[in-house]
């Protein structure tokens, strides 16, 4: 079992700990590939210190190391609000120019200053965050971005969001584990190369003098958003948004703030590919494919010429990679897979080697619409690029693979857990003396949660709703079955510190991904409609008859956001389908450390601000300290009027 690492001392780092950035319309361009032009945009943005002038519309890195305070002083210079101040229904989208800050996956107070998102800093004001890292907080690949509801979705779609690298030195001892970071080291000591993708989908558009989104329209369906000469692409509103729309707009998911860019790799190289889903509109499937020799310059104008070029130019098989951590969090083993998919807010940390020299293409592989934030079948894009120089073959990835961290090992370990470490990566790649929590035991539970996420499309408008109280897809009680919208006023759950509680996690009608602010869970189970855990290593999901990559090996995973799968889709099968589509399932967490209110809430952020998110307040047992209780939501029936926050 592994081991809190309680005793290893805090480490020195260099890297930006102290940012400043400014909040402001930024104009500049983002690359369209189906026109082979810069569309001029103006979005909201981050300004200062490490932003790109070439790329803004992505936040600076931020680096740090356990024990040490990153501090961000930051500055809304957008215009004047008068929905900021106050809002008829907080579940409307609103206060579009103000902001606040969420460090995501970060094990932080969410109090105060700290990784506080319950405030608004409106235009012309300024706030200072400290976000104080425990000397044991884990080493890993999180990040940041604005989080303020209401407007949460259209800033982080415009590219507020950015990398949060916490990087370690502490190697394993025989009574803490320590980070991978120490085994990931070249001869000279160096750390492996490393490649930091921040995936974003930046969904502006051009309008008509009558305000209407510019689109092309082929048998009736619209294929594209179109920005003509002289226009300007903006994010101006929430129609934006929703299942069909980012498909329809044929805009490119950007990596670093740029669309299909080039990256630069050598054969038989380890590199360390840190990904960061910071978008908010598509599901990823990461894959990397050779490229053919003497490929065209890409340029595709619809969704099945994007899918057509990669079948005639990125081809063969998809080559392995190794996962060694998710959401951050290092795992027990260095998983193979060809394909990786990221719902919004994930991570991956993954382990890749080009076998042969030539060019590779980065490839959104194919979804079945069930598992995917857009709802549609999706075809394949070209996500990037990777030219690879010419190095030592590869003719078994995971056997080189295993060569190379054992020779690492053999080099930078201590001696008295080097036997080990070594043991453990001859033993399939396992990493058990670098997860940074113990697994969580069946004696520790102390307490139950159970959330349903649910679409209510009954009436003008839809409501985006949690519940507390899960259902019995089989026997369904519409009487029991009482989900609600976020209200800032209440706090929906009561827990305890030092609490250990096993959650069920459940979606009456399409798939959301569930987070949860300050503390990680572990996977359990996740159990499809036939009752098949399709977590376990080797298992297939295969619900609704598509198979589905996502959920095999993330069973005993530690993870800050999950996505909770339905194959309801259409809002006619609520609930007579329930038995048929439902999945279950089952994680545990530990409340440690901190108190004071925080939330958790669907990451398709557009639901997010539409109500999808309920507010938790974490107290002493008995003892107090937040007024947790005194602030439960009342009864069904006795909802309040939400005013604002």
């Not at 996505?563 to 309801?568: D, Q």
Request: glycine letters at 8%.
């Amino acid at each position: 079992m592994s081991r809190f690492r309680k005793a290893q001392a805090p480490v020195a780092s260099s890297g930006r700990r102290q940012l400043d950035l400014t909040v402001k319309f930024i104009e500049n361009g983002i690359y369209n590939p189906a026109s082979g032009r810069v569309d001029k945009v103006r979005l909201r943005g981050y300004t200062g210190a490490g932003v790109d002038p070439k790329a803004p519309y992505v936040a600076p890195v931020i680096e740090a190391a356990p024990g040490e305070r990153i501090t961000v002083a930051l500055h809304n210079d957008l215009p004047e609000d008068a929905s900021c101040a106050g809002h008829g229904d907080m579940n409307q989208p609103h206060c579009f120019n103000g902001t606040n800050l969420h460090s995501h996956g970060l094990w932080v107070s969410p109090t105060g200053n700290s990784d506080n998102v319950l405030i608004s800093i409106n235009p012309g004001k300024s706030f200072t965050y400290f976000y104080d890292l425990p000397d044991e907080h884990p080493a890993g690949t999180f990040w940041y971005h604005s989080h303020r509801h209401g407007s949460t979705a259209l800033q982080v779609s415009s590219g507020m969001a950015g990398a949060l690298v916490v990087r370690g030195n502490r190697p394993p001892t025989q009574t803490a584990n320590g980070d991978l970071d120490t085994l990931l080291k070249e001869a000279d000591g160096q750390p492996m190369q490393e490649q930091l993708l921040v995936f974003q989908q930046i969904q502006y558009a051009c309008f008509d003098t009558d305000g209407k989104i510019k689109t092309r329209v082929v048998d009736g369906k619209v294929v594209a958003w179109i920005c003509d000469p002289g226009d300007t692409g903006e994010i101006r509103n929430y129609d934006q948004f929703g299942p069909p729309t980012w498909g329809q707009s044929g805009r490119y998911t950007t990596i670093n703030g740029l669309v299909q860019p080039r990256f630069e790799s050598k054969v038989g190289q380890v590199e360390r590919w840190r990904m960061i889903h910071g978008g908010v509109r598509e599901t990823l499937t990461v894959a990397f494919r050779p490229r053919r020799t003497g490929a065209p310059v890409y340029k595709a104008t619809t969704a099945e010429a994007a899918a057509d070029y990669i079948r005639q130019n990125c081809v063969g098989e998809p080559i392995p990679y190794h996962l060694v951590a998710a959401d951050g969090l290092t795992t027990a083993t260095a998983r193979s897979t060809v394909n990786a998919t990221l719902q919004p807010g994930y991570r991956f940390d993954a382990l890749v080697m080009f076998p042969t020299a030539g060019d590779y293409c980065v490839v959104n592989e194919p979804l079945p619409g069930t598992a995917s934030v857009t709802r549609a079948d999706q075809e394949r894009q070209l996500l990037a690029t990777v030219s690879v120089a010419a190095g030592s073959p590869v003719s078994n990835i995971d056997s080189a693979l295993t060569d190379a961290l054992v020779a690492a090992a053999e080099r930078t370990m201590p001696t008295d857990v080097r036997a080990a470490v070594v043991a453990d990566l001859k033993d399939g790649l396992k990493l058990t003396r670098f997860v940074p929590h113990p697994d969580v035991s069946d004696d520790e539970i102390t307490g139950t949660q159970e959330l349903v996420f649910f679409i209510d499309l009954n009436g003008d408008v839809a409501k985006f709703e949690v519940g507390n109280k899960s259902f019995d897809p089989k026997n369904f009680d519409p009487t029991t079955f009482k989900p609600r919208s976020y209200d800032p006023n209440y706090v929906d759950r009561a827990l305890p510190l030092g609490g250990v509680e096993e959650w069920t996690l459940q979606s009456a009608f399409v798939g959301h991904p569930f987070h949860i602010h300050v503390n990680p869970f572990q996977i359990v189970e996740i159990l499809d409609p036939n009752g098949i855990d399709v977590s376990a290593p080797g298992a297939v999901d295969k619900g609704g008859g598509i198979i589905d990559p996502q959920y095999p090996g993330l069973k005993g995973v530690w993870k800050d956001t999950l996505w909770v799968k339905s194959l309801i889709t259409n809002p006619a099968d609520f609930p007579a389908k329930l038995a048929s589509s439902t999945y279950k399932i089952k994680i545990r967490t530990r409340y440690e450390r901190f108190i004071g209110q925080y939330v958790l809430h669907c990451h398709i952020l557009d639901h997010e601000d539409q109500g999808m998110m309920q507010n938790i307040c974490i107290e002493l047992p008995d003892g107090g300290g937040a007024n947790c209780v005194r602030l439960l939501r009342p009864a069904d029936g006795q909802q309040s009027t939400a005013t604002h926050h």
